[in-house]
């Protein structure tokens, strides 16, 4: 079967750096995203991924690996603002979205 | 109005009762599609719209059944549901339906209806 990994719940302080890792099983891969969603709210576009490597946006930077079916999202100088979860998901070769279940993350003063 | 809109945001029903949601898109797009989002689990898709057509369902019980009147409005309607169906419903839209449109077609949600069937 198809599978997204992502931790279900992560913590880290304000001004510092987090990295929540996505690992997939999938049929195929034609990229890999990256949303944010606040409690209540709507999931937002952060990023996308086709090619190994780094693809950095601000504060935000998504690195893929295909050969080893993994992805991080990098966060660098945390607000509160970015408490929310983050979530992960990949095009399989039917071109459909496999989603994770998410990555809550905790930011503390 | 910009954006993705649904309405309403929140909505209780007996599991006797019939109610709609409604999604509206206000970007030009022309595929729309119905999410489920439970507490800790992936998001489900339900039904994929492609030019008013229905191009996907995922095995959704009939209890559940989508319009589609044109590209900019999507509805889901609900009779007889089960507490199980209680749930965070999200409307999404893209440019184009994934497999149809460019490898980088990105969907743009809605805020959801959070649903409460007792």
């Known amino acids: 079967g198809q599978n997204i990994d992502q931790p279900t719940e992560m913590t880290a302080t304000e001004g510092a750096i987090v990295q929540i890792n996505c690992t997939y099983q999938t049929s195929g891969f034609n990229g890999l995203f990256w949303y944010q969603q606040h409690a209540g709210e709507a999931p937002t576009f952060l990023s996308y991924n086709v090619l190994d490597g780094l693809e950095e946006k601000g504060r935000f930077s998504s690195f893929l690996s295909r050969s080893k079916g993994y992805s991080y999202l990098l966060l660098k100088e945390l607000q509160m603002k970015d408490s929310a979860s983050y979530l992960c998901a990949v095009r399989d070769s039917n071109y459909q979205l496999i989603w994770g279940a998410g990555t809550k993350l905790i930011i503390k003063p | 109005e910009t954006g993705v809109t649904q309405t309403p945001r929140h909505l209780v029903m007996g599991m006797t009762n019939k109610k709609s949601l409604k999604c509206e898109q206000h970007l030009g797009h022309n595929a729309m599609y119905w999410y489920k989002q439970s507490a800790k689990k992936p998001l489900e898709l339900m039904f994929v719209?492609?030019?008013?057509?229905?191009?996907e369902n995922n095995s959704v019980p009939s209890r559940f059944s989508p319009e589609c009147p044109n590209s900019s409005h999507l509805f889901l309607h609900l009779h007889t549901l089960q507490p199980e169906d209680s749930a965070l419903y999200l409307c999404?839209?893209?440019?184009?339906?994934?497999?149809?449109?460019?490898?980088?077609?990105?969907?743009?949600f809605g805020p959801g209806t959070r649903l409460t069937v007792l």
């Open positions: 719209y492609n030019f008013k057509e229905q191009t």
């Open positions: 999404a839209s893209s440019q184009g339906v994934p497999g149809r449109g460019p490898p980088t077609d990105t969907q743009y």
